[in-house]
């Protein structure tokens, strides 16, 4: 039996196919490997993390029925873990159908195979840019309200609707994933960490959109890694047509200025920024309530922002990272 991975190419996929297959799963990873940004970057994750005999890669876009339809007519797929999605909230508005393609019809697709294919377990990327900017000091998966702020987390809104109704309709058992601002080793060079931390090795000028003042739930990539691994697992024991959605973050928010101020503490170095008015699509705060998480799974994130900003640093002084990393930065299409 095969656990299909979606975005497997993409920073959170790549790293949960990889884990998947240290415990023994098959994993059949796709990715579209698109554009967006580096191509390049995508291709080293592939060849560095889904290098294992239980892992076979795939391109495949998830928005052409045809292709979701063969890779489930030639695989006994087993769970569904879908990652793909076209992310960032800052996608030109003239280029917003990137969202409703890689969004909306691709999800549609692929619950829609799950079900033809009687697929049990459908678990999959939402995002804390679904609460928009709630006035909550920890967002909670029941009483803190959906009202996204950007077309992006309305995509992730929606995938989280049709998910409770599929699960409701055919009896799958749904699962969304709310991610709170994932960081670390292999990540992604649209998000504002990863060009500090060019900055402090490399001198390249980023843009800082506002002050800095805006807080973030930063998590790394390891606790979402493992935690991912334990919802998979704990959704087994739920009844028939059951559907959630959890929170992974570790509720420590911590502003962008401070962030910048630990990697500059841990290289010695100052970052070079230009602050450019803020985008309304830019929420002011994020800070997950983990209980929900610690409920079903027993596990809390641990890693705090200076732990994870000295092994990402460590990942991106590698020689055939750093001197890449200022193309990956300017390759992103927003």
């Known amino acids: 039996m095969t656990v299909l991975v979606t975005g497997a190419a993409g920073f959170i996929g790549s790293a949960v196919s990889r884990a998947l297959s240290d415990v023994g799963e098959q994993v059949l990873a796709v990715d579209s490997l698109s554009s967006y940004y580096s191509r390049e970057l ?3 994750r592939v060849q560095e993390l889904l290098n294992s005999d239980s892992i076979t890669f795939k391109a495949c876009d998830l928005s052409n029925d045809l292709e979701v339809s063969n890779i489930f007519k030639t695989n006994k797929i087993e769970k569904v873990l879908h990652l793909a999605a076209q992310p960032g909230v800052r996608v030109n508005t003239l280029q917003s159908e990137r969202y409703t393609k890689d969004n909306l019809v691709a999800f549609v697709n692929l619950i829609t195979y799950a079900k033809e294919y009687k697929i049990e377990d459908f678990v999959y990327a939402s995002s804390s840019s679904i609460y928009g900017n709630s006035n909550e000091r920890r967002f909670n998966e029941i009483a803190s309200i959906p009202s996204p702020v950007s077309f992006y987390g309305a995509t992730k809104l929606s995938n989280e609707i049709i998910a409770s109704a599929a699960s409701r309709e055919i009896g799958i058992r749904t699962r969304g994933l709310r991610f709170f601002t994932v960081y670390g080793p292999w990540g992604r060079p649209d998000m504002v960490y990863f060009r500090i931390g060019a900055s402090v090795l ?24 493992n935690s991912i691994l334990l919802l998979i697992n704990q959704l087994l024991a739920q ?79 590698g020689e055939t990272i750093q001197t890449k990393m200022d193309s990956w930065i300017d390759s992103v299409k927003e």
Do not use: C, H
């Open 42 to 44: 995508k291709s080293l």
């Open 202 to 225: 490399n001198g390249k000028e980023f843009r800082l959109l506002g002050n800095g003042s805006v807080l973030r739930d930063f998590t790394y990539i390891d606790d979402v890694v």
């Open 239 to 317: 009844p028939s047509g059951f559907s959630d959605v959890v929170n992974i973050g570790g509720g420590r928010p911590i502003s962008i200025k401070d962030v910048i101020s630990s990697f500059e503490t841990v290289t010695n170095r100052k970052a070079i920024y230009r602050e450019l008015p803020s985008d309304k699509r830019d929420v002011a705060f994020t800070s997950a309530d983990f209980t929900y998480l610690s409920k079903l799974t027993g596990y809390v994130p641990k890693v705090d922002v200076t732990e994870g900003v000295m092994k990402f640093l460590d990942w991106a002084k």
